[in-house]
């Protein structure tokens, strides 16, 4: 796997502050596509889409006063590019409480890159139940997409070069709040 002592942080996109105005953005944009929530089900891809999602849940609330369940996907054993991964898959399993039949499922992650994580995601949500239909809202969308798969919320979208690594840092998970672009250094470790 890549370990990030081969890159460089080029520069910081957002903050902590754009990050909190991207998903209140966010959180306003699916109150109104959804004409409200009612129905609505955030799931949260693994490591940092969970937080995110939950970060979204808190938002609505706020702004809506209605509580939307949260739910947690790893997706793991369904990435088609395991092969490809050093590290052995891990099962770190689901958790969805919430029947999600039906329902209108949000989905979320961090990062939109090649879609692959994404599609993966829709053969794990499907195994679980029958969404009245899903939507998908990223942190940032930084294109290179590998298979006919489009965010429905955006919180940024940074076009990369395919050298190039977004980085989201998330208090619960990293201690930091930042997204950054990084650049290979050439070092290996
Ligand atoms: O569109 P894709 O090409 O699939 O890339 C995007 C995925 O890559 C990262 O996950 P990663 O597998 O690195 O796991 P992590 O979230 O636990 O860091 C990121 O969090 C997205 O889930
Ligand atoms: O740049 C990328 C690509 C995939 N996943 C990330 O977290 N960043």
């Not at 929530?37 to 209605?66: D, F, K, M, P, S």
């Not at 369940?69 to 092969?83: A, C, F, N, S």
């Not at 798969?149 to 980085?167: F, L, W």
């Amino acid at each position: 796997m890549t370990t990030m002592s081969e890159w460089k942080e080029k520069n910081v996109l957002l903050d902590e502050a754009a990050m909190r105005r991207a998903l209140t953005r966010i959180a306003h944009e699916i109150i109104e596509r959804n004409k409200g929530v009612e129905n609505c089900v955030l799931i949260g891809i693994r490591t940092r889409g969970i937080y995110l999602a939950r970060r979204l849940a808190e938002r609505i609330q706020q702004i809506e006063g209605q509580t939307v369940p949260v739910g947690e996907l790893d997706i793991t054993l369904y990435r088609d590019d395991l092969t490809r991964k050093q590290d052995q898959p891990m099962i770190k399993g689901s958790d969805i409480e919430e029947d999600i039949t039906d329902k209108k499922v949000i989905l979320v992650d961090d990062v939109l890159f090649t879609g692959r994580t994404v599609r993966a995601a829709l053969d794990a949500l499907m195994d679980v139940g029958r969404p009245q239909m899903i939507q998908l809202a990223v942190l940032v969308d930084r294109g290179h997409r590998e298979l006919p798969i489009r965010p429905d919320y955006v919180g940024k979208n940074v076009p990369t070069s395919k050298e190039e690594m977004i980085g989201v840092e998330l208090a619960e998970v990293d201690h930091r709040e930042c997204v950054t672009i990084l650049e290979k250094t050439g070092r290996k470790k």
